[in-house]
């Protein structure tokens, strides 16, 4: 099993930019496709963004599309979302996530190893 660390969230004003980072450890990086998640509150966690293991395809909730992108660096374990263009309404946990999955990417079921969590926070 995968062991997962984000970090990079904290407060923002509208219209600026985090970089998120999610640290991987334990069993081989790069059998995962990544998956980046925001939960905010009372509302159900949903997909933000993923990644296949080898960087070559990638996915965005509409929400995210033109804002946010998704990368990652297997040599460092790690994958990344850059958010620009941030906005009052991205406010959220964030979690990254890992899957062996190659499909239904923005279903929070087909992951079965989550991070803690990160806070985002963009005031208005």
């Known amino acids: 099993q995968v062991q997962l660390v984000e970090s990079g969230g904290g407060l923002v004003q509208a219209g600026g930019s985090l970089r998120l980072s999610c640290a991987a450890s334990?069993?081989?990086?790069?059998?995962?496709?990544m998956g980046w998640f925001r939960q905010a509150p009372g509302k159900e966690r949903e997909f933000a963004a993923s990644?296949?293991?080898?960087?070559?395809?990638?996915s965005y909730a509409d929400s995210a599309k033109g804002r946010f992108t998704i990368s990652r660096d297997n040599n460092k374990n790690t994958v990344y979302l850059q958010m620009n263009s941030l906005k009052p309404e991205d406010t959220a946990v964030y979690y990254c996530?890992?899957?062996?999955?190659?499909?239904?990417?923005?279903?929070?079921?087909?992951?079965?190893?989550w991070g803690q969590g990160t806070q985002v926070t963009v005031s208005s």
């Open positions: 996530a890992a899957t062996p999955a190659e499909y239904g990417l923005d279903d929070v079921g087909k992951y079965g190893a």
């Open positions: 334990g069993r081989s990086f790069t059998t995962y496709t």
């Open positions: 990644i296949s293991w080898n960087g070559g395809t990638t």
